[in-house]
């Protein structure tokens, strides 16, 4: 079935560095979506992108929909502890399409 | 107010049990999910009810049984548990096919088969 890849599966970082991480599609989405899992909580949408080229910003977290619509990416500025948490992203080829999840980023951030 | 809420929270049960899960959205959507998380966190879509109309059902265990009642509320009953029914269970709600209202998710039910 259709499958989402994201990369990297998982980072470490130190509080106030940058982070970027991206998802990657083998068939054309209309829609790209990125949710933020806390522990023990449901996802939480963080930015929803309909555009290609599209870059949507969302305080420090910024999200762009690629220009080939196969692919979208998510930057974190000036990352901080409560940006811990799993990052999924999603994209739907239709808007009456299943919405499909990639499995996740997992970050860590060091104090 | 808790926008998409399900009960219980936690759920412990042994081999071969029926057990249900329920959900409910304030949100006034008209779609609802179910989503299986498994243990490496992979969230995959079971079942979709559009103004209580089953409209995305993958492929589930037919012991898996949704139900939606109304707009607002969508349960899942599981007959013979098994082990590998163990899992976190989210529901989550939208507006069908409208951009800007995308899936709302619940805090989940977290199954443990024993």
């Known amino acids: 079935g259709q499958q989402l890849n994201q990369s990297p599966q998982s980072m470490f970082i130190q509080e106030g560095e940058d982070v970027s991480m991206n998802c990657t599609s083998s068939?054309?989405?209309?829609?790209w979506l990125w949710y933020k899992q806390d522990p023990g909580e449901g996802p939480v949408l963080l930015i929803a992108l309909y555009k290609a080229g599209e870059l949507t910003s969302n305080g420090r977290l910024t999200a762009q929909f690629g220009i080939t619509r196969k692919d979208s990416f998510l930057n974190i500025s000036a990352s901080i502890p409560s940006d811990v948490g799993i990052y999924f992203c999603a994209g739907r080829k239709t808007s009456y399409d299943k919405v499909i999840f990639g499995p996740g980023t997992s970050l860590s951030v060091i104090p | 107010d808790t926008a998409v809420s399900q009960t219980p929270k936690y759920l412990v049960t042994q081999m071969g049990n029926d057990k249900s899960i329920k959900c409910e959205q304030n949100l006034g959507h008209d779609t609802m999910y179910w989503y299986k998380q498994d243990s490496k966190k992979f969230l995959k879509i079971m079942f979709s009810y559009n103004n209580k109309e089953l409209i995305i059902n993958e492929t589930v265990p037919n012991r898996f049984s949704p139900k939606s009642p109304d707009k607002a509320h969508l349960n899942l009953h599981i007959n013979s548990l098994e082990l590998g029914d163990s899992a976190v269970y989210f529901c989550?709600?939208?507006?069908?096919?409208?951009?800007?209202?995308?899936?709302?998710f619940g805090q989940g039910t977290r199954l443990t088969v024993v």
């Open positions: 989550a709600s939208s507006q069908w096919a409208a951009k800007g209202t995308e899936a709302f």
């Open positions: 068939s054309i989405f209309n829609t």
